[in-house]
C-alpha cells in the first residue's frame, strides 16, 4: 500500500465519560497500581469486563466487573483470576482479551515471567462460563515456543471449522490456526509496521475482530519511534483472514488527555475491546497503564473511510 506519511486523520473516535470510567482502587493493595487492558463482552443486556490490575507487589491479577451501561462499573473486591505459581506465569497475568464460542467464554492472556532469559511472555487462554471457575491452556506455536509472544487475539468464531488467533512476534502482527486451542500453526505475517510515524516502531493486535460486510474489522495498535501507543484499524478478508483487504494510513485515537499522557507509562492508548453498540463501535482501553477508558466511533462512517484506504498487492 503505497502511504502518505502527511495524510491527514479525517475520522478520530470521541471520549466517553469525560475521563477515565474505572481508576484503581486504593483500598486494594492487588490493583492499587493501576488498572488497563480491559476485555468487554456485551450480552443480555449486562456489560462484563475482566481487566489487568497491578499490585503493589508488582504482579498483575484479573478483576471483574459489571454494568448495566458499559460506563459505571460495579467491581469485585478480590481479583477473580491470579498468577498459578508456575515458571510459564509466576509474575503476571497480563492483558486479557475475550470472545464468546460455543457457550464459552474464551480469554487470551500473557503469561509473565521476569526471571526467564529465553523468552519472558508467552500466550495463554482462560475458559470459563461463569467468570469464577476457569481452566487454563497452555499453548504451543509450531517453532515459536523461544521467542516473546504477546497481544493474542481470538476471532470471536471458528472460520473454517477452526479457531484463528491473532499475536505478535515483534515487530508485526501474526495469525495461527488450531482444531484444539492447544497445538498452533506455523505464524504467517498479516499485518507489517509501516513508515507512518504512529506505527513504525512496532504494531499488535488490540481488541477481537468484528465481522462486517467488508471483512474482519480489527482495532490495532501502533507504536511509534517515540513509544507513543495509538489505535487503527484494518479488514481482513472472510475466509482467509491472512490477507489484508482495507487499512487506515492514519491512527483514528492517539494520547491526547491528561490520564492519556501521564501514568505508570506515558503516552499510551491500549484498545482491548471493541464492542458494536447501535450506530457506533465503543472501543475500551487502557490509558498510561494506570486507567481503563472508553470511546466511540460511527460504524458506517468508519467502514466508508476503510473503503477509500485498499491494500494494493
Same mark, same amino acid.
Given at each position: 500500500?503505497?502511504?502518505?506519511?502527511?495524510?491527514?486523520?479525517?475520522?478520530?473516535?470521541?471520549?466517553?465519560?469525560? =475521563?477515565?470510567?474505572?481508576?484503581?482502587?486504593?483500598?486494594?493493595?492487588?490493583? *492499587?497500581?493501576?488498572?488497563?487492558?480491559?476485555?468487554?463482552?456485551?450480552?443480555?443486556?449486562?456489560?462484563?469486563? /475482566?481487566?489487568?490490575?497491578?499490585?503493589?507487589?508488582?504482579?498483575?491479577? /484479573? =478483576?471483574?466487573?459489571?454494568? %448495566?451501561?458499559?460506563?459505571?462499573?460495579?467491581?469485585?473486591?478480590?481479583?477473580?483470576? #491470579?498468577?498459578?505459581?508456575?515458571?510459564?506465569?509466576?509474575?503476571?497475568?497480563?492483558?486479557?482479551?475475550?470472545?464468546?464460542?460455543?457457550? +464459552?467464554?474464551?480469554?487470551?492472556?500473557?503469561?509473565?515471567?521476569?526471571?526467564?532469559?529465553?523468552?519472558?511472555?508467552?500466550?495463554?487462554?482462560?475458559?470459563?462460563?461463569?467468570?469464577?471457575?476457569?481452566?487454563?491452556?497452555?499453548?504451543?506455536?509450531?517453532?515459536?515456543?523461544?521467542?516473546?509472544?504477546?497481544?493474542?487475539?481470538?476471532?470471536?468464531?471458528? #472460520?473454517?471449522?477452526?479457531?484463528?488467533?491473532?499475536?505478535?512476534?515483534?515487530?508485526?502482527? +501474526?495469525?495461527?490456526? $488450531?482444531? !484444539?486451542?492447544?497445538?498452533?500453526?506455523?505464524?504467517?505475517?498479516?499485518?507489517?509496521?509501516?513508515?507512518?510515524?504512529?506505527?513504525?516502531?512496532?504494531? =499488535?493486535?488490540?481488541?477481537?475482530?468484528?465481522?462486517?460486510?467488508?471483512?474482519?474489522?480489527?482495532?490495532?495498535?501502533?507504536?511509534?519511534?517515540?513509544?507513543?501507543? %495509538?489505535?487503527?484499524?484494518?479488514?481482513?478478508?472472510?475466509? %482467509?483472514?491472512?490477507?489484508?483487504?482495507?487499512?487506515?494510513? &492514519? $491512527?483514528?485515537?492517539?494520547?491526547?488527555?491528561?490520564?492519556?499522557?501521564?501514568?505508570?507509562?506515558?503516552?499510551?492508548?491500549?484498545?482491548?475491546?471493541?464492542?458494536? &453498540?447501535?450506530?457506533?463501535?465503543?472501543?475500551?482501553?487502557?490509558?498510561?497503564?494506570?486507567? *481503563?477508558?472508553?470511546?466511540? #466511533?460511527?460504524? !458506517?462512517?468508519?467502514?466508508?473511510?476503510?473503503? +477509500?484506504?485498499?491494500?494494493?498487492?
Amino acid at each position: 500500500m503505497t502511504i502518505n506519511k502527511n495524510t491527514p486523520n479525517p475520522l478520530q473516535f470521541t471520549r466517553l465519560d469525560n =475521563g477515565p470510567i474505572i481508576i484503581p482502587d486504593p483500598s486494594l493493595k492487588w490493583e *492499587i497500581g493501576g488498572v488497563f487492558a480491559p476485555a468487554v463482552i456485551y450480552e443480555n443486556d449486562t456489560w462484563k469486563m /475482566l481487566y489487568r490490575a497491578y499490585g503493589d507487589d508488582n504482579i498483575s491479577r /484479573l =478483576g471483574y466487573g459489571e454494568s %448495566s451501561d458499559g460506563i459505571k462499573w460495579r467491581k469485585d473486591k478480590k481479583p477473580r483470576v #491470579i498468577p498459578d505459581n508456575i515458571r510459564l506465569e509466576c509474575d503476571g497475568t497480563e492483558d486479557p482479551r475475550m470472545v464468546k464460542i460455543d457457550g +464459552q467464554y474464551l480469554i487470551t492472556y500473557t503469561a509473565y515471567n521476569r526471571k526467564k532469559l529465553c523468552a519472558n511472555t508467552k500466550i495463554r487462554v482462560l475458559k470459563t462460563t461463569d467468570f469464577i471457575n476457569f481452566k487454563r491452556i497452555t499453548v504451543s506455536f509450531k517453532n515459536r515456543w523461544h521467542k516473546n509472544d504477546k497481544d493474542g487475539v481470538l476471532f470471536p468464531e471458528k #472460520i473454517n471449522g477452526a479457531y484463528h488467533i491473532l499475536h505478535r512476534i515483534e515487530p508485526n502482527i +501474526q495469525l495461527s490456526v $488450531s482444531k !484444539n486451542l492447544k497445538k498452533w500453526t506455523r505464524s504467517t505475517t498479516v499485518l507489517k509496521k509501516t513508515e507512518n510515524a504512529w506505527e513504525a516502531c512496532k504494531i =499488535g493486535a488490540g481488541a477481537p475482530p468484528i465481522k462486517t460486510d467488508l471483512g474482519w474489522l480489527l482495532f490495532y495498535h501502533g507504536v511509534s519511534e517515540t513509544k507513543e501507543y %495509538s489505535m487503527g484499524a484494518a479488514i481482513l478478508k472472510h475466509d %482467509s483472514p491472512t490477507k489484508t483487504l482495507y487499512r487506515l494510513p &492514519f $491512527s483514528l485515537i492517539h494520547p491526547e488527555t491528561d490520564y492519556e499522557k501521564h501514568g505508570n507509562i506515558p503516552n499510551v492508548i491500549f484498545g482491548t475491546s471493541a464492542i458494536e &453498540f447501535g450506530p457506533d463501535y465503543r472501543l475500551y482501553y487502557g490509558a498510561s497503564d494506570t486507567t *481503563i477508558a472508553v470511546a466511540s #466511533i460511527n460504524k !458506517n462512517a468508519l467502514l466508508e473511510t476503510l473503503k +477509500q484506504y485498499p491494500v494494493e498487492e
